[in-house]
């Protein structure tokens, strides 16, 4: 149950619970540290502003009695008084470096043994004073030097050998204790190199803890899923990707897998319509062939039947007009009226079959594409339409380019747009035709636009079906295959033709032709 309980633990939580556990060993060993490190320093100020003090203290209060008993014996045996300062001397140092060391010890914790000897030094240089010192000095004052020499104690060290032996026992304390406190502070110094030691050892343990972890929790787990990706980028999407290691990967193993199915799904999907519009294509391109082998037919068709009606026609027509001539006004008039209607009949039908042929012929007769100038184009349609358009009229243009084209089928092209301008011009007005161009990206768009009666929009499609006319024959002439011819010419270049509605008088066509390359 505790390892399942752990196997559910996110990455973040194991990485929390050894850092945490790491941080609260570290925090444990700072306290420690802490704590010897100011028992160090108590050691160290015991050292430097305790016993040290103290010990020169020991030393010079050892040379303050050698200093009175000095001082006492040159009294004692010139009787001079100077020299008895020494004497005054060390005892004015004797009580000042009594005070001074039990101060010093005091200070922090007392040694008891110190305490017990500063007290026997005490007691007993007041003794060597009491019995020996004052008596000797009070004798030589009073009798000169052979009263004090002639005392009982006069010539005894007894009693200040058992001074001197008190400020060694003294000594000895005061070195006990600083070495004590040097022990101490090498210990403290111990226990914190030791401490050291451990929290490197703590730390070296949770980095190589985190390793182990992050290698078998994230490492291993990212090969793994790496490499079931690779798999299944390879080309086998159908297999399962299964996660490793803790949740968050196991859970993104889950969401991985789940969009390979999602991909996977919509794969075949792709390929089910791939294979459908594969076959659509197939089809399409059947068609294609069939639709161009037809359409070519066709116009094999059209181009032999519009050229092989010729000759029948023309004797048709000749004959026609031939009976009109002859035996005009012979017959009754009912007669001449037929032999109206069958001339009128057979050259009607004689510019349907030339309009045809030459409807046929745009694209198989081809000279081939060249650079042609439609500004020169236009000069020559103007050349061509002089007549018809007579003196009023007014043909511009301006910003024509340079396209790739056959010139003849360009030249029928606005021959056709602008004699339609002309033909449908309206009564009482001059016409005036403009054509412009202007580059637009990847293509040339001239427009052509007249002032004549325009046309309905209802009818912007239709005026460009073959033999469409709008109009009957009695009000304007044609077979209505001219627009058709402007189509076919302008797709065979590439471009598009529409007529633009929007215009509120007369007519505009828009033609967009592809841009010369360079």
């Known amino acids: 149950m505790p390892a399942t309980r752990f196997r559910s633990w996110t990455l973040r939580s194991r990485v929390m619970a050894i850092c945490g556990g790491l941080s609260l060993l570290l925090v444990a060993l700072s306290v420690a540290a802490a704590l010897i490190a100011e028992d160090s320093s108590g050691r160290i100020d015991v050292l430097v502003n305790k016993t040290g003090p103290m010990r020169t203290a020991g030393q010079s209060l050892d040379a303050a009695f050698v200093d009175q008993e000095t001082g006492m014996r040159g009294f004692l045996l010139s009787g001079r008084q100077d020299n008895l300062s020494p004497y005054d001397r060390g005892r004015a140092a004797e009580t000042q470096l009594l005070d001074q060391i039990a101060t010093l010890n005091a200070s922090g914790r007392s040694d008891k043994a110190v305490t017990a000897d500063l007290d026997l030094v005490r007691q007993r240089s007041t003794q060597w004073r009491t019995t020996v010192a004052e008596p000797v000095i009070a004798a030589v004052r009073s009798g000169g030097p052979q009263a004090g020499q002639a005392l009982p104690g006069a010539s005894s060290t007894q009693q200040f050998d058992a001074v001197r032996a008190a400020v060694a026992q003294l000594q000895g304390d005061i070195s006990t204790v600083r070495n004590a406190a040097v022990q101490r502070a090498k210990d403290t110094g111990g226990s914190l190199v030791a401490l050291e030691l451990l929290a490197a050892a703590a730390v070296a343990l949770a980095g190589a803890a985190l390793m182990v972890l992050l290698d078998r929790l994230v490492n291993r787990p990212v090969l793994h899923l790496a490499g079931q990706i690779r798999t299944v980028a390879a080309g086998d999407y159908d297999h399962d990707i299964t996660g490793r290691g803790s949740p968050e990967f196991r859970a993104l193993a889950r969401d991985v897998d789940a969009m390979r199915r999602k991909i996977a ?53 000749s004959f026609c007009q031939l009976l009109q001539r002859r035996y005009a006004g012979q017959l009754d008039a009912r007669a001449d009226q037929y032999i109206a209607f069958a001339v009128d009949g057979a050259e009607r039908m004689q510019r349907l079959i030339n309009d045809l042929l030459a409807f046929s012929r745009i694209g198989r007769l081809t000279t081939g594409f060249t650079a042609v100038d439609l500004g020169r184009v236009l000069t020559q349609v103007r050349s061509q339409l002089e007549e018809r358009a007579g003196a009023d009229a007014e043909i511009s243009w ?113 033609i967009t032709l592809p841009v010369l390359e360079e």
Do not use: M
């Open 265 to 317: 799904a919509e794969l075949r999907e792709v390929q089910q319509a791939r294979a459908q519009i594969e076959w659509g294509n197939a089809q399409l391109k059947v068609q294609a062939e069939e639709l161009t082998r037809s359409n070519r037919d066709l116009e094999q068709f059209a181009y032999v039947a519009s050229h092989d009606l010729q000759e029948p026609l023309r004797k048709v027509a």
């Open 398 to 510: 301006s910003g024509l380019p340079t396209v790739r084209g056959e010139e003849p089928l360009l030249t029928t092209l606005f021959t056709n747009l602008i004699g339609n301008s002309l033909k449908f011009r309206r009564p009482g007005v001059p016409p005036k035709i403009s054509v412009t161009g202007v580059r637009e990206d990847d293509h040339w768009a001239v427009t052509v636009r007249d002032n004549g009666i325009g046309i309905e929009p209802e009818f912007a499609d239709k005026v460009f079906v073959i033999f469409q006319r709008l109009h009957p024959r009695e009000a304007y002439e044609g077979t209505g295959i001219g627009l058709a011819i402007v189509k076919k010419i302008v797709e065979y270049h590439g471009g598009t033709v529409t007529l633009d509605t929007r215009v509120e008088e007369g007519a505009c066509f828009r």
